[in-house]
């Protein structure tokens, strides 16, 4: 079916607008001649493909272009159109992207000239760019349905790969259209930082290519703000402050390597960017030596037993788990009955409640990794952590103290805090078990960026010797709580790094 040029707005959207039906018919025509085109595709039946083709533009602008605002009112022609598609969310979010796989305008060559096919093709984006509404848009809030199954179908990555050959060269006549990169990095960005796992969506994204998708755009729009503040962002926060998620490090080791030989220095410094870039690099690169530690077993490899009592440490393979909680460890079966006579048999349902609460919100080894990242952000910062803690060391009952490790700007902001949310039933927990080690457990907490959200995940620091608390406890408090932070004299500091060298082992 054709559609003429000019019969896309005007006329065309008023005959829409007054009969619903027809956008169950344009739903099932747009369904199949896209499934015609891939079989032309296949078989490189340019010619009739030229037919599908066109009526594939014809109809997205049609529906989607001049039709988003009738479709976002959520009555009649939104369901007619769901009717056509197949039925269901699922159905509309799978065509979208298939859909947008078809309409690259290269075909996965370089855009060198600019043909009436290529103006086709981008319009064919542009059409969904328009009907596809940001996460949190305030008048088109897709339906959470809609917008997971928009995720599951791969929106993100597939955004990316499609428009990256505009991004990175695109051709000089693109007129009215030059803008379609632009449009996408702002859309992609409330896709990625305010999807609720935007964790997974931040791998989805650099794996697609995301960091040459930047470059491409910093190189050929120069200091335009409406791309210089997204890149801005994404330099200076929106990477660093997911860089608490070993899934996240892992696809920027992938992706640096993609755009090294791109010169992203100096890209970067034309658009006044070139700090960040280099800041972020060593930030990433900083973590990354952390990763391989971590992949090494290096930082995970000791545990302490949770029978606080014995706090013997030894090699993780050692250790026998709960399988109740899965979430404390023992040396032997001594201790794990010894532990459960004196708590834990209260505490186990509560504790493998919160792992089934941190498994919905990381992934397994994210949760291993923000462990170890606590305890080498700790070790590392050890004496005058030390220092700013002791005065709350003395806090008992529900009002106890605890040491937050920040993340939400990327690097680590310790504070002291946590008074407040102690009324949590995984909290009250974690709290009798560190009353149970005299100390050798520290109450600690990560804080953590999550797409909309701000995370806190209870963990505990732990030391090999209670030693260690017991002695800093011998620091008067109020000496300590007079000193702003990081000027204390010179024989405290000696004091407290000639504790840490008895403290022994970080363990996990
Ligand atoms: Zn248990
Ligand atoms: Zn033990």
């Known amino acids: 079916m054709h559609l003429p040029q000019r019969m896309y707005g005007g006329e065309a959207a008023r005959l829409l607008a007054e009969n619903p039906r027809l956008y169950s018919l344009l739903g099932r025509a747009w369904r199949e001649m896209l499934v015609v085109e891939a079989e032309d595709h296949r078989a490189r039946n340019l010619t009739s493909n030229a037919g599908a083709s066109l009526s594939i533009h014809a109809i997205s602008w049609t529906l989607l272009y001049h039709g988003h605002k009738l479709l976002w009112k959520d009555g009649p022609h939104m369901d007619q159109l769901l009717l056509g598609v197949g039925g269901t969310w699922d159905h509309l979010a799978s065509l979208i992207c298939q859909h947008l796989r078809q309409s690259s305008p290269s075909g996965g060559t370089p855009l060198t000239t600019v043909s009436t096919e290529t103006i086709f093709q981008i319009e064919r984006i ?68 305010k999807d609720v796992r935007s964790d997974m969506r931040m791998v989805d994204a650099l794996d697609a290519g995301f960091l040459r998708f930047l470059l491409g755009i910093a190189r050929t729009t120069g200091t335009n703000p409406q791309a210089k503040q997204p890149i801005q962002f994404f330099l200076e926060s929106g990477f660093a402050q997911h860089c608490v998620y070993l899934s996240v490090l892992r696809a920027l080791r992938r992706a640096l390597p993609t755009v090294s030989n791109l010169d992203p220095e100096k890209v970067f410094t034309q658009i006044g960017l070139g700090d960040a870039w280099r800041k972020f690099v060593e930030f990433v690169h900083d973590r990354l030596e952390i990763v391989e530690r971590f992949d090494s077993g290096e930082l995970t490899q000791w545990r302490v037993c949770d029978d606080m009592k014995c706090g013997r440490v ?57 462990r170890a990242l606590l305890n080498y952000d700790y070790a590392s910062r050890q004496t005058n952590l030390t220092l700013q803690y002791r005065p709350f060391l003395d806090d008992a009952g529900p009002q106890r103290s605890a040491m937050i490790y920040d ?102």
Not at 335 to 363: F, I, P, Y
């Open 407 to 508: 993340y939400r700007w990327g690097t680590l902001r310790p504070h002291i805090g946590g008074k407040a949310c102690h009324a949590a039933a995984a909290t009250r927990a974690t709290i009798a078990r560190a009353d149970r080690s005299d100390g050798r457990a520290q109450l600690s907490a990560i804080r953590f960026v999550q797409g909309p959200d701000v995370r806190e995940r209870f963990l505990m620091l732990r030391f090999a010797s209670r030693h260690f608390n017991l002695a800093v406890k011998q620091i008067p408090a109020q000496l300590v709580a007079t000193m702003p932070v990081a000027v204390y004299p010179p024989e405290m500091v000696h004091r407290v790094d000639a504790l840490t060298e008895h403290a022994g082992k970080w363990t996990h």
């Open 314 to 370: 030894g090699p993780k393979r050692e250790f026998k788990r709960c399988a109740g909680c899965c979430a404390v460890w023992y040396c032997n079966l001594d201790c794990q009955k010894a532990d459960w006579s004196q708590g834990h048999r209260q505490e186990c349902k509560t504790l493998a409640q919160t792992l089934a609460q941190d498994h919905a919100m990381l992934v397994r080894g994210d949760r291993s990794f923000q």
């Open 126 to 193: 542009y059409a969904v760019l328009g009907f596809i509404p940001g996460p949190d848009h305030v008048l088109r809030a897709p339906r959470p349905e809609f917008r997971t199954a928009l995720v599951r179908h791969g929106l993100v990555s597939t955004l990316i790969r499609v428009v990256l050959p505009l991004a990175s060269n695109p051709p000089a006549e693109l007129g009215e259209y030059k803008n379609v990169p632009v449009d996408t990095l702002n859309l992609l960005t409330n896709w990625v930082l």
